[in-house]
């Protein structure tokens, strides 16, 4: 007998445009929260398209800023907690060092936010950790409370936890339009649903999107090579899966900065990039001809020679990523200045994965009219100028 098909459900609480990491777990609180919610994904799941694919991110407590380093405790709990409700392990703790020359202002900065008085030379640091070798001068500080997360399973476990409490995810569907009012009407490529709040986490397709809602963020997303360097003698390196992760701060040759993880993913690879890349169109981000000259693996050679001396010069494996940056690499955390039903969160500029627990949780408590749980004014839309453009 032919299933009769059910009509398609078309009005939630609300609905999150982006199934990322962002959007992922704000609708994991929303759901939490019992509120009826449609996240919606432009692409089939999962995908490498966007920003939060790939085996492993970086989660430290250390940051310069204390506006993100008083968020991390929450951010673990709330790890640990998605970890509980899922059975899985979405983190291992390795510790990571900040590397760089001694009274540099962020390291610096770093060091006192994680409360940690001691600094390590370049002989401590090659006597704690064999695979690392600093340059005559230069320090590391350890922030032992950080580690790898393991990006992919944790946006399946996000996911799984928000369908679990009633969400609805609908993956392969791209929204085209938005119509804003009291209740929202979103526009995809199978339906048009309506709600009376929207939250748009699109990555960095979001600088283009809500220019149909005439905003006009500071956005710039950008292609970031993932690279994979091979130990020269296996097992030798002093890298494996023991060694800590690090982190640049200050150096003249990598303003940007290098990070790096131990060989968890792919064993005897080890993950070093650099924290920049190239401004791209996502829509046209596989346009670049493989030609096409790689500054960032010039930078990365010349330092993996330098201080881990143990890799092999070239990388054996790359991937890609996309970053969406702001000018001052804050988040955008925020309700759209004209409709205060829509609600923003993008921007986040290359190091958002380890705090999306509270991102989410901020994003919703934004959409329901509710309090935040921290201070918002570093990661408001109106630190922009111009951002209504001729209409302001
Ligand atoms: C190489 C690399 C390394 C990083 N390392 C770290 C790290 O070590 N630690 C850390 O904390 N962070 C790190 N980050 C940053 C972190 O991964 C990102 O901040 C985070 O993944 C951003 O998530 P997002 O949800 O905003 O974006 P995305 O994951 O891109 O999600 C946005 C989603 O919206 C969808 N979408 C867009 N437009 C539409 C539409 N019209 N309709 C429907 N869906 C739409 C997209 O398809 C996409 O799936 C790194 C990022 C990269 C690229
Ligand atoms: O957020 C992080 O911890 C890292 C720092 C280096 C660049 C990538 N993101």
Redesign the pocket.
Known sequence: MAAQSQPQKSTYDVIV???????SFTAYHLAQRHKDTLL????LLP?S????H?QS???RSAYAQEYYSRMMPDSFRLWQQLEAETGTTLYRQTGLVLLGPPGEPELEACRKNLGVDEVLDAAALAQRFPGFRLQAGQVAVLDSTAGVLF?DRALRAVQEVFRRHGGTLRDG????RIEPGATVTVT?TAGVYKAPRLII?????TGA?VEQLGLHLPLQPLR?D?CYWREKQPGSAGLGSVSPCFLTLGLSQAPHGI?GLPSIEYPGLMKV?HHHGSPIDPEKRDQVPSSAPRPDITVLSSFISSYLPGLETQPAVMET????NTPDEDFILDRHPKFSNIVI??G?????????PVVGKLLCQLSLGEEPSYNMAHFAITRFPGVLGAAQ
Request: glycine share 18%.
């Open positions: 445009i982006g199934a990322g990491i962002q959007g919606l994904e432009q692409f995908h398209r966007g920003s939060s790939g991110r970086i989660i990006a569907e791209k929204v085209l995809t986490t699109a990555g960095a397709w999107f970031i993932v990070y990039c990523c996309l970053y969406t969160g993008a986040f500029s290359g190091h958002g994965f380890k705090l999306a």
